[in-house]
């Protein structure tokens, strides 16, 4: 199957939640050789925000969606050990504690970000979603970490990242971290005024972010 044969199927497999065809696209995608950030760029994202389209439109309900998220995971668990083997580096670049916050349980993006990360030679602790405040210090703290990254997808959630930055001034903690927020409705406005020192829109400028606030 030719590449562009092979995105839209996995584009296909996702709006269908097809779990057998989503795994068997990643595994061919690997047995070819391809580039996986594009793979997952082309071929699975546009699946996840044409379901989430759908949705909008009141043609998708929510077992759609959870059957769709579940074929992202199922592509994902293909990829993401491929593409941490490909990019395998001696020394990591830093320690990020990542999660979604507090009353969210999207995890999605927050996944393909972490997967990103990871991939690109950051070691990655994964808090996993509906994260209390706190226990994002607690990690950090315990690990001694570089980097805390946040995700909400709700708008209503979303101010749990400025809870967050506030709680860390409350502790005493504020600039130990560098905080990295995102999710759709986070912008870059929105982390300025909020005080995080960094965002990004998606997974592959995430890395980017996250290598700058480090400085590599
Ligand atoms: C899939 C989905 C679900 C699934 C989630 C499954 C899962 N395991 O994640 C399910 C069905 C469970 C779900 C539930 C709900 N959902 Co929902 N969901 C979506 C949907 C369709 C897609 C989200 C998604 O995965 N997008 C694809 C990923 C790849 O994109 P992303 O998450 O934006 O992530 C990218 C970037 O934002 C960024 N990023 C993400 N996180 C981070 C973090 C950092 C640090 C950085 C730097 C970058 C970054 O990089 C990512 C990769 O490129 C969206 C619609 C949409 N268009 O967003 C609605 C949506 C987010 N949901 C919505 C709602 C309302 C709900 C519910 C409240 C519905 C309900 N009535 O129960 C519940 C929430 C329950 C809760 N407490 O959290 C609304 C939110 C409205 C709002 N403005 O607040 C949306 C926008 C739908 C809509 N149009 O109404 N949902």
Same mark, same amino acid.
């Given at each position: 199957?030719?590449?562009?044969?092979?995105?839209?199927? =996995?584009?296909?497999?996702?709006? +269908?939640?097809? !779990?057998?065809?989503?795994?068997?696209?990643? /595994?061919?995608? @690997?047995?070819? *050789?391809?580039?996986?950030?594009?793979?997952?760029?082309?071929?699975?994202?546009?699946?996840?925000?044409?379901?989430?389209?759908?949705?909008?439109?009141?043609?998708?309900?929510?077992?759609?969606?959870?059957?769709?998220?579940?074929?992202?995971?199922?592509? =994902?668990?293909?990829?993401?050990? +491929?593409?941490? !083997?490909?990019?395998?580096?001696?020394?990591? /670049?830093?320690? @990020?504690?990542? *999660?979604?916050?507090?009353?969210?349980?999207?995890?999605?993006?927050?996944?393909?970000?972490?997967?990103?990360?990871?991939?690109?030679?950051?070691e990655v602790i994964d808090l996993g979603t509906d994260v209390k405040l706190e226990r994002f210090i607690e990690k950090a703290e315990a690990v001694g970490a570089d980097l805390i990254c946040l995700s909400a997808l709700l708008t209503t959630t979303m101010a749990n990242q400025k809870k967050f930055i506030d709680l860390l001034g409350t502790r005493g903690l504020g600039g130990k971290y560098k905080v990295l927020v995102g999710g759709a409705p986070a912008t870059r406005k929105w982390a300025e005024s909020i005080g995080a020192q960094g965002y990004a829109e998606n997974a592959a400028l995430a890395v980017r972010e996250a290598k700058a606030l480090v400085g590599r």
């Open positions: 199957m030719n590449k562009e044969d092979l995105y839209r199927s =996995m584009r296909k497999a996702i709006v +269908e939640g097809d !779990k057998p065809a989503a795994r068997q696209m990643a /595994l061919e995608a @690997v047995r070819q *050789g391809l580039d996986l950030n594009e793979v997952i760029d082309k071929g699975y994202v546009p699946g996840i925000q044409e379901v989430g389209d759908l949705w909008g439109k009141g043609e998708y309900f929510l077992p759609e969606l959870i059957t769709s998220a579940e074929c992202m995971k199922a592509a =994902m668990d293909v990829l993401q050990p +491929e593409m941490t !083997k490909a990019n395998v580096k001696s020394r990591s /670049l830093g320690k @990020v504690v990542i *999660g979604t916050v507090e009353g969210d349980i999207h995890d999605i993006g927050k996944n393909l970000v972490a997967s990103m990360l990871q991939a690109n030679g950051f």
